[in-house]
């Protein structure tokens, strides 16, 4: 069983566009993030939830907006695309919640690749 | 604010040598420090994780060491495989996120 499951794998689409990508994680984690790797491979952090709760929010534009259903799920909506929203999106889950240190890894899943045309 | 560096960029080496991958970070106030791998394509996968209070942590042919109050870490692979191909990355846990290095890009030839 794949541990996070990130759909779709590739998003190609115009510019000025409304898409979604959905994750969902079966690891019984509590904390959820999204990622964004530029070309170069660069990865930073774009969000965090902690049991559905918003805990980062790294200075993203408001177009982007994260919904958590439950505490499995993490989707990432994005509104009106740009081009410079071309990356790839990384959704990982962990057990790390705030200051308590349970099991910190993180599992990632697979990545979606967006291109705004 | 924390930066991360990882140092090679880039390392090409013949199959069955020791390497030594080094990553920096400036601000040592850090819960832990863990090690990924990316293959080219896919996500990353978790290799090793050392809690701030550690030194090292071992898995297999990798050991990682860290000292925090140098801020640095080193990531050491014994008798390289073309199989360890891939993309490197450190990231250093702060209060709340994971901030990750640029990366050290390994090529292992046979």
């Known amino acids: 069983d794949t541990a996070v499951s990130q759909t779709p794998k590739y998003l190609v689409t115009q510019m000025g566009n409304d898409k979604s990508i959905k994750c969902e994680q079966n690891?019984?984690?509590?904390?959820m993030y999204w990622y964004k790797q530029d070309s170069k491979k660069f990865l930073k952090i774009m969000f965090s939830?902690?049991?559905?709760?918003?805990?980062i929010n790294e200075t993203v534009p408001n177009r982007f907006s994260p919904k958590s259903p439950d505490k499995a799920h993490l989707n990432l909506h994005i509104n009106s695309l740009e081009l410079g929203d071309s990356a790839v999106y990384f959704c990982a889950s962990s057990e790390f919640k705030g200051d308590r240190v349970l099991s910190d890894t993180q599992y990632f899943g697979p990545g979606t690749r967006l291109t705004v045309l | 604010k924390q930066e991360v560096t990882q140092i090679p960029a880039a390392l090409s080496v013949p199959e069955g040598e020791n390497l030594v991958l080094n990553c920096s970070f400036t601000?040592?106030?850090?819960?832990?420090l863990q090690w990924f791998r990316q293959d080219p394509g896919k996500g990353l996968t978790s290799l090793l994780l050392?809690?701030?209070?550690?030194r090292e942590q071992t898995s297999g042919r990798l050991n990682a060491s860290l000292d925090k109050s140098s801020g640095r870490s080193t990531l050491y692979i014994a008798a390289s495989q073309p199989g360890d191909s891939a993309t490197y990355l450190c990231a250093v846990r702060g209060f709340q996120k994971l901030v990750f290095g640029t990366g050290t890009r390994l090529l292992v030839s046979p």
């Open positions: 939830y902690n049991n559905k709760e918003l805990i």
């Open positions: 050392i809690q701030s209070s550690q």
């Open positions: 601000d040592s106030a850090i819960y832990n």
């Open positions: 690891l019984g984690h509590d904390t």
